[in-house]
């Protein structure tokens, strides 16, 4: 198994702590440890007495439940904490994929959720998205494949599926034989649905799993927490796997971890408000901005897809943004789809506000 350069994450790296305002990250700006000991009042005296031994290799049970709380009918058992949902999605993967199987996924994606299927031999069905204005349910009905990687909300483009579309594709997805993987990383952040988050794909099958985080929606990606849901049978298999990588998560981060997501509508609060914030900002300015074609405002999530202007390199154009503003976004050609860009909506609504406007001035 060998893996290609991962794209984004090396212009990230180079650009996302020197930035004036950071629109290249798809996550909310980051917390303290001091914001959440405020903002969840959980006790001092508790974390510092933490012992510092292993957590247990599936994740502490209390974290678990509270985890599986997020997913109609599904217990504990059906959870497994894991260092980000980088280490799910590798260890789903690695137990499931053959080579030879199919495996569909929205197209622009998160490198991870081809390149690791593709480095175990898998045959890649894209369905391309980035014209579209919303996902579709009908995108599944005709394909051939094995897996069906269904992200959503979707990075980087930011769309997702109506209610009515929804019900379809969830009533093929109870019809249907094929696995489906559900990443459902930034469904904490909805901006239509009064609970503020996303439905889940997740239902009681065999064949259906999920990953996902709270800690890009909520600020925290520091604590390297996340998950992957599913049959437990499966899951057992796949925590054997985890044995050999990571064995276990830092008992300091599944304690922090299990306090925000008891406290998780104060943190949902705040972020809805401040990213739509920033994208009612963007979407009433856009359109002045020199070079852009089109945008479609997503309905969710923290990330946006701008179309450019025909013959405009996307990296090129992000470079000169970058050196003659100070603005960050990310090139589509990182996620091999030229003549985009993905911008984040996560910045702090100051520096976004100043961002723009010193953007809307570019030459």
């Not at 080579?99 to 690791?116: H, M, N, R, W």
């Not at 911008?343 to 609504?349: W, Y």
């Not at 100051?350 to 953007?359: P, Q, S, T, V």
């Amino acid at each position: 198994m060998r893996f290609r350069e991962f794209f984004i994450e090396d212009r990230l790296e180079r650009y996302r702590n020197t930035s004036f305002c950071n629109a290249g990250e798809s996550g909310f700006h980051p917390y303290s440890l001091d914001d959440v000991v405020q903002i969840t009042g959980f006790s001092m005296t508790d974390f510092l007495g933490l012992s510092l031994q292993d957590s247990p290799n599936s994740g502490r049970e209390d974290l678990r439940e509270e985890i599986a709380n997020l997913y109609p009918g599904l217990t504990s058992e059906s959870v497994l904490v894991t260092t980000g949902t980088s280490e799910a999605l590798f260890l789903f993967f690695s137990e499931l994929i053959q080579p030879g199987k199919k495996v569909a996924y929205y197209a622009p994606a998160f490198q991870a959720l081809y390149e690791i299927p593709m480095s175990l031999g898998a045959e890649l069905c894209p369905i391309h998205i980035s014209e579209n204005s919303s996902l579709f349910a009908d995108d599944w009905f005709d394909l051939d494949f094995d897996l069906g990687i269904i992200n959503h909300p979707h990075n980087p483009t930011g769309l997702s599926f109506s209610e009515t579309e929804w019900a379809k594709l969830m009533s093929f997805v109870e019809s249907s034989s094929e696995f489906f993987l559900f990443d459902e990383h930034y469904r904490f952040l909805d901006f239509s649905n009064q609970t503020g988050m996303t439905n889940t794909g997740v239902i009681s099958k065999n064949n259906v799993f999920g990953t996902g985080s709270f800690t890009k929606c909520f600020g925290m990606p520091g604590l390297r927490i996340g998950w992957l849901v599913g049959d437990k049978d499966f899951l057992s298999k796949v925590r054997a796997q985890k044995d050999y990588i990571t064995h276990t998560v830092s008992p300091l981060s599944e304690f922090v971890a299990l306090q925000v997501l008891k406290n998780k509508d104060r943190f949902q609060k705040n972020s809805l408000r401040e990213v739509k914030e920033n994208l009612d900002l963007f979407s009433q300015n856009w359109q002045k901005i020199p070079f852009l074609r089109s945008f479609v405002p997503p309905k969710a999530g923290l990330v946006g897809w701008i179309a450019l202007e025909k013959g405009i390199l996307s990296e090129e154009y992000s470079d000169r943004l970058w050196k003659e503003t100070g603005v960050f976004l990310l090139p589509g050609k990182t996620f091999e789809t030229e003549g985009y860009l993905r911008i984040g909506f996560g910045e702090t609504p100051e520096r976004f506000a100043k961002g723009i406007e010193a953007w809307m001035k570019m030459k």
